[in-house]
């Protein structure tokens, strides 16, 4: 089946410092990935569309210079969490498709605390 | 109306039930539509996609009605590993250029001995 691979799956850092989330899909070519961000108890939160060669499109109130979004490759995507502070700590988790309509495959998520 | 609606629970059923949920979309261009399950602190992972015909896997079983514009998912025999939060969700919205699969808030089952 459809692998998706994200990386790190916990990381705890201090805050003001930038953190990097990988998401690969390994053994297909993603058209579109998603990144979400779900907090304790609630539902997933979709943040931001990702096109390969193509900028991101952001939620209404994702603010994308804090959530910086590339994606270079047919294969690769990353988050980047700018300044973060203790209120972005949460649970991010990138998905993956190969068409418009097929399924999406998850990544296992990065849990993120800002200390 | 939200776009997709599940009713939150939760369900709680003893081993051995049968179990049915539905999901309510309102666009009705949407073209794709799945159930995932997610375990608490996991990742949602791919229960099975839903088409037009129906469709089972196993114990799973998923159906489509396009004119009523509802998916369901109905679960026999239950065990205790089926105990998730099990998500709807609807692909067709158009929106800068790709397709956004909508979630539903998700239903909570509760298997018991």
């Known amino acids: 089946g459809a692998v998706v691979s994200q990386h790190p799956s916990r990381v705890i850092c201090k805050s003001g410092t930038s953190v990097k989330i990988e998401c690969r899909s390994l053994?297909?070519?993603?058209?579109?990935m998603f990144w979400y961000r779900q907090f304790p108890k609630q539902s997933l939160m979709l943040m931001a569309t990702?096109?390969?060669?193509?900028?991101?499109?952001?939620e209404q109130g994702v603010e994308k210079d804090k959530f910086l979004i590339n994606h270079a490759s047919l294969t690769l995507s990353t988050l980047t969490v700018t300044s973060a502070h203790p209120e972005d700590s949460s649970f991010y988790i990138c998905?993956?498709?190969?068409?418009?309509?097929?399924?999406?495959?998850f990544g296992n998520g990065t849990r993120l605390t800002v200390t | 109306r939200k776009e997709v609606e599940q009713d939150p629970g939760p369900f709680n059923v003893p081993e051995g039930a049968t179990v049915a949920f539905n999901c309510t979309y309102s666009?009705?261009?949407?073209?794709?539509f799945f159930w995932y399950r997610q375990d608490c602190r996991k990742e949602p992972k791919l229960l099975m996609s839903?088409?037009?015909s129906g469709n089972e896997d196993g114990r799973f079983t998923a159906q489509l009605n396009r004119a009523s514009q509802y998916i369901s998912l109905l679960i026999r025999d239950s065990k205790l590993s089926d105990s998730a939060t099990y998500l709807c969700?609807?692909?067709?919205?158009?929106?800068?250029?790709?397709?956004?699969?909508?979630f539903g808030r998700g239903t909570s089952l509760i298997v018991h001995p």
């Open positions: 998905s993956a498709r190969d068409g418009d309509f097929a399924p999406l495959h």
């Open positions: 053994d297909f070519q993603a058209t579109t």
């Open positions: 990702s096109n390969e060669g193509s900028k991101a499109t952001y």
């Open positions: 666009n009705s261009a949407s073209q794709s």
């Open positions: 839903v088409y037009s």
């Open positions: 969700v609807v692909n067709g919205a158009k929106k800068g250029g790709s397709y956004i699969p909508t």
